[in-house]
Antibody, heavy 119, light 111 residues
Framework: QVQLVQSGPEVKEPGASVKVSCKTSGFTFIDYHMHWVRQAPGQGLEWMGLINANSGTIDYAQIFEGRVTITRDTSLNTVYLELRTLRSDDTAVYYC????????????WGQGNLVTVSS | QSALTQSASVSGSPGQSITISCTGTNSDVGGYNYVSWYQQHPGKAPKLMIHDVSDRPSGVSNRFSGSKSGNTASLTIAGLQAEDEADYYCASYTSTSTPYVFGTGTKVTVL
């Protein structure tokens, strides 16, 4: 069965960077696009970016350009999100998400990583 | 890219039908049939309920249906049940520099 297992919670100080991982199994990793979506406490969902797991081509939300990097390791079937120059409003649960067959829909979600930015 | 607009809350009694709306622009909802809907219970990851405006993934109850007219998409829940109480988000592909956008979210309460 499809599984997306994310790394554990993180606590970072303002200005630091964080890198979270998402290990996938149960499907052919390179056949899919993988996305990152975040949700601040009590707030809605916010799309951050995606990576074509085969080609490595990426696309980021304009609001995160220059601060975010999404990468993948095809030997580990794992996708990563790095966010730099953290601010308090980056405190959120970060989800990795698979884009489903036929595209443009998010069919499997990881369990989420809470990243807390606090001094 | 601004979030798609959803009503903040909708409520209904068990057995009733409710409809949640999701309004965008002709650059997103109105321009593509790539609207999807997600259900999120507290503390849980979202779950795909509808994709491509009106298609239901395997395993999703047929009480959930989707439609679109112009720049507004809708999710209807028929025969409301206690387990349907959750937050619901729409999402759309867009032609802007940010290719995906979510709605603001709707809290569904079963009275």
């Amino acid at each position: 069965q499809v599984q997306l297992v994310q790394s554990g919670p993180e606590v970072k100080e303002p200005g630091a960077s964080v890198k979270v991982s998402c290990k996938t199994s149960g499907f052919t990793f390179i056949d899919y696009h993988m996305h990152w979506v975040r949700q601040a406490p009590g707030q809605g969902l916010e799309w951050m970016g995606l990576i074509n797991a085969n080609s490595g081509t990426i696309d980021y939300a304009q609001i995160f350009e220059g601060r975010v990097t999404i990468t993948r390791d095809t030997s580990l079937n794992t996708v990563y999100l790095e966010l730099r120059t953290l601010r308090s409003d980056d405190t959120a649960v970060y989800y990795c998400v698979r884009e489903g067959d036929g595209y443009k829909k998010f069919d499997y979600w990881g369990q989420g990583n809470l990243v807390t930015v606090s001094s | 890219q601004s979030a798609l607009t959803q009503s903040a809350s909708v409520s209904g009694s068990p057995g009733q039908s409710i409809t949640i709306s999701c309004t965008g622009t002709n650059s997103d909802v109105g321009g593509y049939n790539y609207v999807s809907w997600y259900q999120q219970h507290p503390g849980k990851a979202p779950k795909l309920m509808i994709h491509d405006v009106s298609d239901r993934p395997s395993g999703v109850s047929n009480r959930f249906s989707g439609s679109k007219s112009g720049n507004t998409a809708s999710l209807t829940i028929a025969g409301l049940q206690a387990e349907d109480e959750a937050d619901y988000y729409c999402a759309s592909y867009t032609s802007t520099s940010t290719p995906y956008v979510f709605g603001t979210g709707t809290k569904v309460t079963v009275l």
